[in-house]
Structures are given as structure tokens and as C-alpha cells.
């Protein structure tokens, strides 16, 4: 393992490009072996998810809207494919309109750690771009897991939120590398469309406060095309601001810490397996990671609660990151609100647990409809919900031991007598050291939820079993990494829609 150490130098230093941070990851990316067995084996499993979650998105507005965009720039030589329809279109486009899909219902995989992560968002682009340049299966899973490696370096080391940036801005660099691991390039020709990567996807977290809107999915999804056409330059010989990362008017210098920036990032060194992606994990629930395992323990106390009418209030003991980021920490009345968007609703962890505790379960589409957040007694009960720090749970989330990391918390339930019932989980069933681990079993049973009515069973075999085979896969076979649907249900929803430019 490499300690790498980034910091702010002055122009005058002419800081070697070999000692930056950007060549760094570069070589991580071009220097990838044969894929690890377990790393492809959860390779596959990410692809699985991935198509799950896209699926079940296609019929709502924000990826339908993607979809047109996409569709608009056809492109037949050879192009790559776009979920829910049969055309081909330039690659960055099918990056947008897919990685929209992947990214809209908040319930694809995540990694957390110094900052927040969704590592699967990578795999769109990668897989366009796989389809476009006629690569293999082989080439797509040798990308995926080096950028998978990448993302989650960048994660570990260097922490976006706590400056108010998205958390895309090191996703488009993993894309990147991924990219460059895919088309096997060469190490100065991934660092410069790396730079340029972080360069034009660096954005603040608004995306993520308030009334969040429906850019939330499309964000990682830009960040992909981003990366996309920063290869593209790259690859034709074309230069970034450099260095990226290190410079005096850089992304440290300005963006995070300031000129006395020092963050360490961990890489493997060559030859070291590219193992990062066994340590992220993925959603049993349609919701911000860090109410998966709010929701399973609301599912937990509600046979211990009696009527909820009794309860006088409900305070969440969590972390530094929950109570700010989704709890009544972040300050946002907007997670109070019954006519909040969806995209805010599943960012409040006292709606998630109010409506969790109610109902014994969780929804993608019931947990959120309208006249579901507007309950009479599920507002009532949900005004009652607070969040609290607890620095036990803060450390717990940061506990540098992946299998004593923890994202719940402890919920205090009062009733209207004083009694009081109380209950904690550190993570979610479904985590890799939960109660219900998720194995390739969970992911196809995940994706034959997800896909019920949506993919005939046929195709749903056939996607499955396509992606089991990912390592054999031949050019001609990555299309059906994308399972087929009624195209003409999805043409007949997305003419419904007003139009745009394209």
C-alpha cells in the first residue's frame, strides 16, 4: 500500500507530475491486474444492482427526461445502448441517460468514510464506452474495478463535505480511471483527463440541501459524461490544469483545507489486488444510506411501541454525518415538510423512521407517494422526531476497522405515560455484517423485485445470466447488460413530455 501524502505547493515548485496526486491515481488505474476473484465476483453483483435500480426508474420524470436528451444524439457506428429503449447513441449521451437510471432512486450501492460515496455510478459510463469502442467484457470488469479502487481511495482520504462540495467530484476521477483501466491507455494520457475530470465537476452540496431537486440524479450522471469527453480530449493529445489537486489556485488550495491542505491518500502499489470494491456495500431500501439501518430498526421496535399515538417524542441518537446531512441538524424545515419532493423526503431520516415505524416496511414508490407523506397521524408523528450527535456513534462512523464501522444509531422512544423504549443498531441488515448479509442471491432477488412487471421473466433470465458471464463476454455481447423492456410503454410515457432544445 502507497501512503501518498497531498498537499498545496506554489507554482514555483514545479511540483514533478509523478509526485501528484492526479498521476497517482493514473497509475492506479493503468497499472490494474487481472481482476481478484472476489473483486470480479462483486463486479458482477454492482452490475446486477445497477440495472435493478434503472429498471424500476424508468417511468419517472427525471430519467425519462435524460432518456430524450440521450435519444437525440444518435450515433450508429457503433454507439452505446440507452435502458428502455433500442436506440444507439454517442456514449457520453448513453452515460447521462443511464447513470441518471442507476442514480435516481437513491438505491444502488455506497461507500462512506472522510466523505460519501455511490462507487456504482461509475459503471455507467464505463459500460457505454465499453459498448462504443467494442471492448469485451474482460476490458468493461478490468474498469470497473479500477475505478472502483480509485473512488474509494479518494473517499477515505479526502473529505468534500464538511466544504460544502458534492461528493461527484471524485467520482468523475474514479470515472476517469476507470476509463483509462478499460481502454488500456497509457499513464500521462489518464492523468491529464483526470485533471480535467475533477476540473469541470467540482460543484457545492446545494444539490443535496434544502428542497433537493431532481439534479440529485442527474449529477453523478453529468460527472460520468464529464468524464467521458475528458478522455476523448485527452486521448487526442490535449493538456488540463496542473496540477489539479496540488496547485496554488487549486482544488486544495481553494476548495478544501486552503494553502495548508495535507490529506493522505492510500493506494495499492503495482501488483497489489484491487480488492477496494469488496469493502463498499449496497441499499436493501430505496433512502439515503445512513437511514438503512434507521428503517430496519423502526422495523424492529414497532412490535414493542403499541398505538404510536402514545408516543410524545422520538429522538435519534446518530452521528455527526446523520444528524447533519438527512437529520434536524442539517437545519432544513424542508425535511419536515409533507409536500417536500421526493428527492427531500428520502434525505429525512425523521420522515424514513416515522413512516418505517408505521407501515413495518419500506417502499421505493408507497413510501413516497404524496398522499403518503401528507398522513394525517404520519405528520403528526413525524413533527415528534429528532436527531442528536452522539459522539460514540460519530467515532463508531469513522472507526478505521471496516467491520466495527457503523452508520445507525440508537432511537429513544418516549411515550405520553414517561415510559420509555429504547433500541440501537450500528448497521443495516443487508450491510456485510448485518443480520441478512447481501450475497448474489439477495442482488437477483433484488433485481427480479425491482424488474417484476417491468422485464418479461425470459429477459430477466437472460440479463442474468449475461451478467454472470461478464469476464467472458464477447463486444457483440454487452448489450445485454441492459435488460429488455416494453419499449413501447417508455416511448409512450416519455411523449408526454414537453420538449427541449435537441
Not at 463535505?161 to 461528493?167: N, P
Not at 490544469?241 to 483545507?257: I, Q, R, T
Not at 439515503?288 to 402514545?310: F, H, N, S, V
Amino acid at each position: 500500500m502507497i501512503e501518498h501524502h497531498v498537499r498545496v505547493h506554489p507554482s514555483a515548485d514545479r511540483l514533478p507530475r509523478e509526485d501528484q496526486l492526479a498521476w497517482k491515481l493514473a497509475s492506479v488505474a493503468t497499472g490494474t491486474e487481472e481482476p481478484d476473484t472476489d473483486s470480479a465476483a462483486m463486479a458482477v453483483n454492482r452490475v446486477i444492482d445497477n440495472a435493478s435500480v434503472a429498471v424500476a426508474s424508468l417511468l419517472r420524470r427525471p430519467v425519462a427526461v435524460a432518456r430524450a436528451q440521450a435519444t437525440a444524439h444518435a450515433c450508429t457506428a457503433p454507439g452505446a445502448s440507452v435502458f428502455g429503449t433500442g436506440a444507439r447513441v454517442s456514449p457520453e449521451w448513453a452515460a447521462w441517460a443511464n447513470g441518471t437510471a442507476v442514480r435516481e432512486l437513491d438505491f444502488h450501492d455506497t461507500y462512506l468514510a472522510a466523505d460519501y460515496s455511490h462507487p456504482g455510478d461509475n459503471i455507467p459510463p464505463l459500460l457505454a464506452v465499453a459498448q462504443h469502442t467494442g471492448r469485451t467484457g474482460a476490458d468493461l470488469l478490468r474498469g470497473i474495478i479500477a475505478a472502483y479502487e480509485i473512488h474509494v481511495a479518494l473517499v477515505k482520504g479526502i473529505c468534500l463535505h464538511e466544504h460544502r462540495i458534492d461528493h461527484v467530484a471524485h467520482l468523475s476521477a474514479a470515472t476517469a480511471g476507470g476509463l483509462g483501466a478499460l481502454l488500456r491507455l497509457p499513464t500521462g494520457t489518464v492523468y491529464q483527463a483526470v485533471q480535467q475530470a475533477v476540473h469541470t465537476t467540482t460543484a457545492t452540496r446545494q444539490s443535496r440541501k434544502g428542497e433537493i431537486s431532481s439534479w440529485k440524479a442527474f449529477a453523478p450522471a453529468f460527472a460520468g459524461k464529464a468524464a467521458i469527453e475528458a478522455v476523448d480530449r485527452a486521448m487526442r493529445g490535449e493538456t488540463s490544469p496542473s496540477p489539479v489537486y496540488e496547485g496554488e489556485d487549486g482544488f486544495l488550495a481553494w476548495m478544501l483545507n486552503g494553502p495548508e491542505s495535507d490529506y493522505t491518500v492510500f493506494l495499492p502499489d503495482a501488483g497489489e489486488p484491487r480488492r477496494a470494491i469488496l469493502d463498499t456495500y449496497t441499499k436493501e431500501h430505496s433512502a439515503e444510506y445512513q437511514a438503512q439501518a434507521i428503517i430496519d430498526l423502526a422495523r424492529r421496535m414497532r412490535e414493542k411501541t403499541g398505538p404510536l399515538d402514545r408516543v410524545r417524542s422520538i429522538v435519534l441518537h446518530t452521528s455527526h454525518h446523520t444528524h447533519h446531512v438527512i437529520g434536524s441538524g442539517a437545519n432544513d424545515p424542508q425535511k419536515y415538510d409533507p409536500t417536500a419532493s421526493r428527492e427531500t423526503l428520502d434525505h429525512s431520516v425523521p420522515y424514513i423512521f416515522a413512516v418505517a415505524l408505521e407501515d413495518g416496511t419500506w417502499h421505493h414508490e408507497r413510501s413516497y407517494a404524496p398522499e403518503r407523506a401528507a398522513r394525517t397521524e404520519t405528520v403528526a408523528l413525524w413533527q415528534r422526531i429528532t436527531t442528536v450527535e452522539d459522539p460514540e456513534w460519530t467515532r463508531r462512523y469513522h472507526d478505521p476497522d471496516p467491520d466495527r464501522r457503523a452508520f445507525g444509531g440508537r432511537a429513544v422512544i418516549t411515550l405520553d405515560d414517561g415510559s420509555v423504549i429504547q433500541d440501537e443498531l450500528a448497521v443495516a441488515d443487508a450491510h456485510p455484517a448485518g443480520a441478512r448479509p447481501f450475497d448474489r442471491t439477495g442482488y437477483t432477488g433484488k433485481f427480479r423485485t425491482l424488474a417484476d412487471g417491468i422485464v418479461s421473466e425470459p429477459a430477466q433470465d437472460t440479463f442474468l445470466d449475461t451478467a454472470a458471464r461478464l469476464a467472458e463476454l464477447s463486444a457483440a455481447d454487452l448489450g445485454g447488460l441492459l435488460p429488455a423492456v416494453d419499449t413501447d410503454t417508455v416511448a409512450a410515457y416519455d411523449a408526454e413530455l414537453p420538449k427541449g432544445l435537441f
